[in-house]
């Protein structure tokens, strides 16, 4: 290991020639290097020593490097003429399998704080390793850190933001980059001093926090979502909140979730809980109203959450299981944006109801081998099911919902089949045959178990669909949207 001494006399000579032989290494023909060479991003222990880890694919142990650390826009041609810019050099070797770790210390009363360059030369080496890296010295971390010590100030805070973002890794995090300026600033400052934030690494998440909340303020939804508005994920930085991000890619279709992030971006939230909380209502009710999932089953699991975000259940709870189940099937079908307008749509609905006004008797389904049925009602494990009515919202042919109830009199020596029965109806994958029968001893046809797997397996065709290439499919009879589909 060889530290460079910026004096004169000998000792300059001797390092003069080594500095030549580095430099010498960028000349060298590529055909001379015959393995290709990978390294780790550059990482700093405890003690403060710099490591860089890496491999010589297919190099023997034993295998030289040579190492040279410069400041960042510096060239190794620069070096000749200038030896103050070569910072450290080292020679290094590989073991049994090619790998090799570099590790040294960066001299404070040498080099100041800012971006350094580790190149890596040598006889097999094909083509050199550059890592970049920066560095912060002891003073200028102790200023940094001193700053949580003393009743800090916005200009200490905005100090952090701007003059010291990247020694202290805050552009790591790409959102902060593009958000960074006086709003976040007046966020994180207020934020920091209730939350009495008191080292650096809270301070950090609270920025990354901050500047994603920015993204949205700014509604700079390039950085929040992708053109399907699925979330980006930027999980290393804490955003955003695991729990939340899996609600919105498993519980919402496409339309609820940009609902969702339209509803929260271009506002002025100042902290990371208000926009938490908005993100969270909205995606509340989007998860009724435009559920990934067919059916209405999931509003009475929903509705038995923590938290409804303040919706009154009170009416709903006074209903019998049977108009519950009417008033989950059709607060699906109502559109809604907020709460209020979920609450004013289930008080209609639970009116209605009350008042005799929803549509209800009993009439035939289209049948399994007949339409293309999309959301059913069923009655929850533990209720009477001699003669199961289902209320029932179908797809007609216009892919529009049409509500009526069925009545399935026929599964009562069924038992052990019932519950699957009953499921299966109101997830729109199995129908009745008309006439308040399921017929559940007759034989399904080929059409009407392609159409059970498509439809228990995925979201239900539209009419927009390629005619198969099934010889006897006409490409306009009921199963064909689900031929098309299971050809896919």
């Not at 929803?358 to 999309?374: F, H, I, N």
């Not at 797809?395 to 599964?411: F, L």
Request: glycine fraction near 8%.
């Amino acid at each position: 290991m060889l530290w460079i001494d910026y004096g004169k006399g000998n000792r300059g000579m001797k390092f003069n020639k080594i500095i030549s032989i580095i430099a010498a290494a960028v000349f060298v023909p590529c055909s001379v290097f015959a393995y290709p060479a990978s390294g780790n991003d550059v990482t700093f222990d405890a003690e403060g020593y710099v490591i860089l880890n890496g491999v010589l694919e297919g190099a023997s142990a034993g295998t030289k490097i040579l190492v040279s650390v410069i400041p960042d826009g510096a060239t190794m041609e620069d070096v000749l003429t200038d030896n103050t810019k070569l910072i450290y050099t080292d020679e290094i070797f590989t073991d049994e399998s090619g790998q090799f770790t570099l590790k040294f210390k960066m001299n404070d009363n040498r080099v100041d704080t800012g971006r350094y360059n580790i190149n890596l030369f040598g006889e097999n080496i094909d083509t050199a390793i550059t890592k970049s890296f920066l560095y912060t010295t002891a003073a200028d971390l102790e200023e940094i850190n001193g700053i949580f010590e003393k009743d800090f100030t916005k200009d200490d805070i905005i100090m952090l933001l701007n003059d010291y973002a990247e020694n202290i890794k805050l552009t790591a995090f790409s959102v902060f980059n593009d958000v960074n300026g006086d709003n976040l600033a007046n966020n994180v400052y207020e934020s920091a001093k209730k939350q009495e934030i008191d080292n650096l690494n809270d301070f950090n998440v609270l920025v990354w926090k901050l500047a994603y909340v920015e993204a949205y303020n700014q509604g700079k939804t390039g950085l929040i979502a992708d053109s399907e508005y699925n979330l980006k994920e930027y999980t290393e930085y804490g955003v955003p909140d695991a729990a939340l991000e899996e609600q919105f890619e498993k519980n919402i279709n496409s339309d609820g979730k940009k609902t969702v992030i339209e509803s929260v971006i271009q506002k002025d939230y100042k902290k990371y809980e208000e926009w938490y909380a908005a993100f969270g209502e909205s995606l509340f009710v989007q998860r009724i109203v435009n559920s990934s999932s067919t059916g209405y089953a999931h509003v009475k699991d929903i509705f038995d959450e923590e938290n409804i975000y303040g919706l009154d259940l009170s009416e709903y709870k006074t209903l019998s299981d049977t108009n519950k189940r009417k008033a989950e099937s059709k607060l699906v079908s109502e559109n809604a944006k907020s709460i209020e307008d979920l609450q004013k749509n289930l008080d209609d609905i639970i009116d209605d109801i009350k008042n005799g006004k929803t549509q209800s008797g009993s009439s035939g389904s289209s049948g399994t081998s007949g339409g293309s049925s999309g959301i059913s009602g069923f009655p929850y494990p533990g209720e009477n099911t001699d003669n199961v009515t289902l209320h029932v919202v179908d797809k007609n042919e216009n892919n529009e919902n049409e509500e009526h109830d069925i009545e399935y009199s026929d599964i009562e020596n069924y038992k052990w089949a019932e519950e699957a029965i009953i499921y299966l109806s109101q997830k729109g994958i199995v129908n009745g045959v008309g006439n308040g029968l399921f017929d559940p001893g007759r034989e399904i046809t080929r059409e009407e178990f392609v159409k059970m797997i498509i439809t228990a397996f995925s979201d239900m065709p539209d009419n927009n669909y390629e005619k198969s290439g099934f010889s006897d499919d006409p490409g306009d009879a009921w199963y064909s949207p689900y031929l098309s589909a299971a050809e896919d």
